[in-house]
């Protein structure tokens, strides 16, 4: 960088996240810097050069920063170029047009709802989901219903972290993905990391507070009318809260815990310290790093261990019942969806694996 060149960064994004740490980033890259770097940054708004921005976080911190070199390691980490991400759907929806679904008064309804469905499950336990009570669940019919009912209530779940991310004015992205065995649709809120600790939770959560307003309403339904379908609703919103528990995956709750723990590459942080453990190779670590590491350890575990056992196994039951079956629409539909969610779900962890690869060259 040339001496007498005025640098700006006032593009950057720049939040407080803890005691002299700050997340900056350019909504597409989010790195943490001490409070000097801040003020850097914060001198650098286009009207100084280098030393000049450097005489001024002296005088006003009593640091000496190599601001010249402090920029060129911005450039390493890519934070200079501002992204250009091609405009999608949710690039239309305005922090207006859904600011009032995280409001005050929508948490209220939300509460009151939720009493209204606890009443009904003290008065009615009959409302409560259960396999036994879905009278069809040993049939084809159920496992397409199933399977139909959760893509749409997954979803559901997804526009809720859209609309959460739209009204704190971050871009989402929709897509498919992989988390170990499992094949899911995920909304990506990278810039999340430039708004305020607390408001980053809205995001997070979002997608279990859509879950939880379908339990609780279909709850109420049932207590005035026993529907299957409305009861198939409640029940899949209920498992996909529980899954988002197994934060040995990147969940919703995995994002909110590293969010607490202040850590944005949690997931990666635990898996360098156990890499070093491995090779007995001692690296400090913060105290979540450690803690999460081992849990970490644990539910991959758990979670080859349920594939092995649970779902390759109900996965050629089910095939074997739809091909006994054959002809008739519920079995061809049973063998159309598990061939195409299987496809679907080999590709792209196809895909990753050839990138991981690509990477580590």
Known sequence: MVADVRTDLSFLSVVADGPDDYVIGNGETFVNVPGVAAAVIAALDGTRTAEEARARVLAEHGVDVDVAEFVTGLEGAGLLSRPRPRPNLWDRIRPGHVAWLFSRPAHAALLLLTAAAVAAAVAEPRVMPGLSSLVWSDSLTFTVAFAVGSWILVLVHELGHIAAARSLGVRAELSLGTRLQFLVV??????????????????????MRADWFVVCAGTCVLYAADLPLVRLAVLICLSQIAWQFLFFMRTDVYYAFANAAGDKNLMADAQAYLRAALARRPVPARRSVRVYAWFLVVGRVLGLGFFAL??????????????????????????????????VYLVLLGRRLVTSLRRGR
């Open 310 to 343: 649970y779902t390759v196994p109900i996965t050629v039951t089910l095939v074997r019942r739809a091909v006994a079956e054959l002809p008739g629409w519920p079995p061809v539909a049973a063998l159309a969806l598990l061939a195409a969610g299987w496809a």
């Open 186 to 207: 995920q909304t990506r809120i990278t810039g999340i990391w430039g708004v305020p600790r607390r408001a980053r939770y809205r995001a997070h959560l979002a997608g």
